[in-house]
């Protein structure tokens, strides 16, 4: 699965349109978004910058999640995808900034299911916030893939939006 240069030119036009910015903060992506946004033209006008914090202890010290919810989740929650989207945002001092954790391949600690919960942050408000889930014979970096290119998707759908409203 590749990205569409389509959706990511649309992506660039957009944030470009309204004089927004983007931040990202990763986990089981591993970086793919910051890479996605970095090949859209004239990224450095929008793209501010992102974080992987793969594992707990990162994205507790980093992003300010809670310890004991990263702990009792393993670091694996809607509510932690959305303080990962806050705490991105705010560091950046973006408009906006997308968010994800989850698993790419079926572990012990996701009952051995493949999923993921991202979190996209509007403004100091999380305007959309969903779990993405995967058939168990996903390979990894199809995961990988198809969570990064769905969640752009998504991105798009909300520039759309902001768009329509100005």
């Known amino acids: 699965?590749?990205?569409?240069?389509?959706?990511?030119?649309?992506?660039?036009?957009?944030?470009?349109?309204?004089?927004?910015?983007?931040?990202?903060?990763?986990?089981?992506?591993?970086g793919f978004l910051q890479f996605s946004f970095s090949q859209m033209q004239n990224a450095s006008l929008f793209y501010k910058g992102?974080?992987?914090?793969?594992?707990?202890?990162?994205?507790?010290?980093?992003?300010?999640?809670?310890?004991?919810?990263?702990?009792?989740?393993?670091?694996?929650?809607?509510?932690?995808?959305?303080?990962?989207?806050?705490?991105?945002?705010?560091?950046?001092?973006?408009?906006?900034?997308?968010?994800?954790?989850?698993y790419a391949a079926p572990t012990?600690?996701?009952?051995?299911?493949?999923f993921a919960f991202f979190s996209i942050h509007y403004k100091n408000e999380i305007v959309l916030s969903k779990k993405i889930e995967l058939p168990q014979k996903t390979s990894a970096m199809n995961a990988q893939l198809y969570y990064a290119e769905f969640i752009l998707g998504c991105f798009k759908s909300e520039l759309n939006q902001q768009l329509i409203l100005k």
């Open 1 to 30: 699965m590749e990205l569409q240069q389509t959706l990511l030119d649309y992506i660039s036009e957009s944030l470009l349109t309204i004089n927004e910015t983007v931040s990202v903060a990763e986990s089981v992506t591993s």
């Open 50 to 102: 992102g974080v992987t914090a793969y594992n707990t202890e990162e994205k507790v010290k980093i992003l300010d999640v809670d310890r004991k919810e990263a702990e009792e989740s393993d670091g694996v929650s809607q509510q932690i995808a959305n303080t990962m989207a806050l705490s991105v945002a705010k560091l950046f001092s973006t408009h906006w900034s997308i968010a994800i954790t989850g």
């Open 108 to 114: 012990r600690q996701s009952d051995y299911n493949i």
